[in-house]
């Protein structure tokens, strides 16, 4: 994923030297290296050593930072501390607006669990959704109660869990602007070139395809 919001950098899967080869030797570089003023500086080096680089929210934070951006570049507004996310119907359906003289000029939502997401889809069917942006994860509660993660203790409720996770998901993680990554910054002028280029679509995009359910397609896969 190109530009990905979350932090870390993802790179997409699949067999190729060339770029776990980079990112390791710059890790070795910057962990083990004697060079502790290069381009990535002091900080990138704390972040890979020590702490982990990210966003609020556990679901990858893409609506908070895209929200936070929009409203800088378009309505020059920075916006500090937390974002006053409105509760909607649910803990799984919040919106967060922006108003400039009284007008709302952005409206942005969060939205998790397949119920939500019909009424969502429902709304863009019939042309009634008037949301900009809108973040969505089939998992209620967002990926920390998705179907891989731990269950919980006997008796600890689904809703503690999660509270824990999200407690622990934030904790020494740096939370800064993403689009001032100095390590990916440093990625694309070094090894990318730039947003869009074919190095970058070739390493950090991906292709979704229906997956054909079969038993001659699933021993193929295996």
């Given at each position: 994923?190109?530009?990905?919001?979350?932090g870390p950098?993802?790179?997409?899967?699949g067999?190729?030297?060339?770029?776990l080869?980079y990112?390791?030797?710059?890790i070795?570089?910057?962990?083990?290296?004697?060079?502790?003023?290069?381009?990535?500086?002091?900080w990138?080096?704390?972040?890979?050593?020590?702490?982990?680089?990210?966003?609020?929210?556990?679901?990858?934070?893409?609506?908070?930072s895209?929200?936070?951006?929009?409203?800088?570049v378009?309505?020059?507004?920075?916006?500090?501390?937390?974002?006053?996310?409105k509760t909607?119907?649910?803990?799984?359906?919040?919106?967060?607006?922006?108003?400039?003289?009284?007008?709302?000029?952005?409206?942005?939502?969060?939205?998790?669990?397949?119920?939500?997401?019909?009424?969502?889809?429902?709304?863009v069917?019939?042309?009634?959704?008037?949301?900009?942006?809108?973040e969505?994860?089939?998992?209620?509660?967002g990926?920390?109660?998705?179907?891989g993660?731990?269950k919980?203790?006997?008796?600890?409720?689904?809703?503690?869990?999660?509270?824990?996770?999200?407690t622990?998901?934030?904790?020494?993680?740096?939370?800064?602007?993403?689009?001032?990554?100095?390590?990916?910054?440093?990625?694309?002028?070094?090894?990318l070139e730039?947003?869009g280029?074919?190095?970058a679509?070739?390493?950090?995009?991906?292709e979704y395809?229906?997956?054909?359910?079969s038993?001659?397609?699933?021993?193929h896969?295996?």
């Amino acid at each position: 994923m190109e530009k990905n919001l979350h932090g870390p950098v993802s790179l997409a899967m699949g067999p190729s030297n060339e770029r776990l080869s980079y990112v390791t030797l710059k890790i070795e570089q910057q962990c083990f290296g004697t060079d502790r003023t290069s381009l990535w500086g002091v900080w990138e080096l704390r972040w890979l050593c020590r702490v982990s680089y990210g966003v609020s929210g556990s679901s990858g934070g893409y609506a908070e930072s895209v929200f936070r951006y929009t409203a800088e570049v378009l309505f020059g507004r920075v916006i500090e501390g937390q974002l006053n996310l409105k509760t909607i119907r649910n803990s799984d359906f919040r919106e967060v607006t922006l108003e400039v003289e009284g007008k709302t000029v952005l409206k942005f939502a969060i939205c998790y669990g397949f119920q939500n997401l019909q009424n969502i889809v429902r709304k863009v069917k019939m042309r009634k959704c008037d949301y900009h942006f809108v973040e969505v994860m089939a998992c209620p509660s967002g990926c920390l109660n998705g179907g891989g993660q731990i269950k919980p203790k006997p008796g600890q409720s689904p809703k503690e869990l999660i509270q824990l996770l999200e407690t622990i998901y934030m904790d020494n993680v740096l939370v800064i602007n993403p689009f001032k990554n100095t390590l990916v910054k440093s990625l694309y002028d070094e090894w990318l070139e730039q947003p869009g280029s074919e190095k970058a679509k070739k390493y950090m995009h991906t292709e979704y395809h229906p997956v054909v359910k079969s038993i001659t397609s699933q021993l193929h896969n295996w």
